[in-house]
């Protein structure tokens, strides 16, 4: 049975990984970590740059966004309910001219050629969040899991996948630890790890005891209703 948790290493280039370290570290708009309600260091110790906020970071949003993509795609494809089980879509069967639900048993002859509008008609990034956690002190130590109420916007509850580069190599400590899969993610410069946003995937960052450890966080969001059921699926 699998655990949901995938792994994608050398997805970042090493150049890459160091480029985004040496430029968050001359940044200005570093602050304290935040949580769900706020800064609270005893759950989580680290400094934060959220790149779609900050102007001078609309290259790497972009260059990002795009690396990301075709791990995206191979997981929603592999766990295909993800695509046809929580809002059921139909396209047009080329062969008889009507709509037709998508399943598991049409999905490659309907589905397949589709994919790329499919998954960009659900789905949305969420914001691309850098984060270092210092050596022996910075970490994230309280069990959580990423689907949670926030705001009037509701975005934190849209959250279908959660998704973290590693942007540096740590030979102790700092590994992303999941709490029902007993399970433990070392960081490695230029891996990818996608997981679950959901309580089934509570985990936390232990803290780095070889190096400060730099990653990027975000999530896969399901697209709001409005924007979902304003526009025509993919045909």
Not at 104 to 111: D, K, S, V, Y
Not at 115 to 129: A, E, I, M, S, T
Not at 164 to 185: A, I, S
């Amino acid at each position: 049975m699998t655990d949901f948790i995938e792994i994608h290493d050398g997805v970042l280039d090493p150049k890459l990984c160091q480029d985004i370290i040496d430029r968050f570290n001359r940044s200005s708009h570093v602050q304290r970590g935040r949580i769900g309600h706020g800064v609270d260091t005893t759950k989580k110790d680290s400094y934060d740059l959220c790149m779609n906020l900050t102007p001078d970071w609309e290259d790497l949003v972009r260059v990002l966004m795009d690396r990301t993509f075709p791990p995206l795609r191979s997981y929603l494809r592999k766990y295909l309910y993800t695509l046809i089980g929580a809002v059921s879509p139909a396209v047009m069967d080329p062969k008889t001219g009507q709509r037709v639900a998508l399943t598991e048993q049409n999905f490659a002859a309907l589905g397949d050629p589709l994919l790329d509008q499919l998954v960009g008609y659900f789905y949305r990034y969420g914001y691309l969040n850098v984060q270092k956690y210092i050596q022996g002190s910075g970490g994230y130590p309280h069990w959580h899991s990423e689907v949670y109420p926030k705001d009037a916007s509701c975005d934190a509850l849209h959250r279908v996948l959660a998704f973290q580069y590693y942007l540096n190599d740590v030979k102790q400590g700092g590994e992303t630890e999941f709490y029902y899969q007993q399970r433990k993610v070392e960081a490695k410069a230029g891996r990818l790890l996608i997981f679950p946003s959901g309580f089934t995937h509570t985990h936390r960052g232990n803290v780095p005891a070889s190096g400060d450890k730099y990653i990027i966080t975000s999530w896969v969001l399901f697209q709001r209703a409005e924007t979902m059921y304003g526009n025509n699926p993919p045909t």
